[in-house]
């Protein structure tokens, strides 16, 4: 399947724009908060499908979706981990 990264980068941006959506409707806290949750969740999505080769086929965009995505988890861990150290150094 040739083309399934320009796909999923438009598909990503349209389930932001309707997050947004969900967000500023001012009728329902829950789709307020399902579409802060989409937002969220698309928006670490793009991190990762923003970095694949545009040529990439459907097995490889996934693979490195995957591992992109695993990378991204270490990297905020490993912050969160090192934050009651980091302020210990500026106290």
């Known amino acids: 399947m040739r ?3 320009p796909r999923a980068e438009l598909a990503l941006i ?3 724009v309707a997050g947004f959506l969900l967000i500023v409707q001012q009728w329902s806290f829950a789709l307020f908060q399902i ?3 989409t ?3 698309a928006t670490i999505l793009n991190i990762a499908v923003g970095n694949l080769p545009r ?3 459907l097995w490889q965009a996934l693979r ?3 591992l992109i995505l ?3 988890a ?3 861990a490993a912050g969160v981990l090192l934050v009651p150290y980091l302020a210990q150094l500026g106290g």
């Open 64 to 66: 490195l979706t995957i």
């Open 3 to 5: 083309g399934i990264v």
């Open 39 to 41: 937002v969220m969740a």
């Open 35 to 37: 579409g802060l949750l």
């Open 74 to 76: 270490v990297v905020f």
């Open 55 to 57: 040529a990439a086929g």
């Open 70 to 72: 695993l990378i991204v």
């Open 14 to 16: 349209l389930i932001m």
